[in-house]
């Protein structure tokens, strides 16, 4: 387990054309070198076997129109995995990957060799509307839970759902939560 002080040095982020893993084409094969961090499921990947999908810089010079996707079966000979130590999403760990002189076969490439790029985007087109909704589910049940408190709690002998500040505040966050949800079926 890596504790966040460890992390030194390490990159991560939305920029997905600024990443630096390379991906160097020899005879049938690919030879990755890298790391990606901050990514889901690594533990689990390792403990149950299959692969993951990653990024790697194929034409550096090129940009965002030389980055490829791989299919990178997890048991792979110079994978290693570490977990980050993080609060929340306790159901699944979050971790890094580094890559050290990994071979995969060619036949690994997903799609087209430097379209990497487009496929990770079009991917985040989908993956925004399925992560507004699961945020949406988890403000609702917060509400939820606040209402009910509101209703039950008594103050000076009155119940605080009766006190206007406050019954209009849950009111106002009802409709605002309302209005994403709605925005976020439009988006879906």
């Known amino acids: 387990m890596v504790p966040w002080s460890g ?7 939305s920029d997905v054309a600024g ?10 094969a690919f030879v990755l ?6 990514i889901s499921g690594v533990l689990e990947a390792e403990r149950w076997g299959g692969g993951h999908l990653t990024l790697a810089k194929t034409d550096p010079g090129a940009g965002h129109r030389g ?4 299919y990178v079966p997890t048991s792979t000979k110079g994978i290693e995995v570490s977990k980050i130590e993080n609060m929340g999403r306790m159901g699944i760990s979050t971790g890094i990957m580094r890559y050290a002189n990994v071979e995969i076969s060619q036949n690994n490439l997903v799609g087209q060799l430097n379209k990497g790029f487009y496929y990770a985007m079009d991917g985040f087109n989908h993956a925004r509307v399925l992560v507004a909704g699961a945020c949406i589910g988890a403000a609702e049940a917060i509400l939820e839970t606040g209402i009910e408190y509101i ?5 000076f002998s009155t119940k605080l759902k009766d006190y206007e500040a406050i019954s209009f505040e849950a ?3 009802r409709t605002r939560l309302e209005m994403a ?3 976020n079926y439009k988006a879906a």
């Open 7 to 13: 992390l030194h040095g390490a990159s991560g982020g």
């Open 19 to 28: 990443i630096r893993t390379v991906a160097t084409k020899r005879d049938s």
């Open 33 to 38: 070198n890298g790391q990606k961090i901050y």
């Open 67 to 70: 980055i490829s996707m791989f």
């Open 151 to 155: 209703k039950q709690r008594e103050v």
């Open 171 to 173: 009111a106002e966050l």
């Open 181 to 183: 949800k709605l925005l």
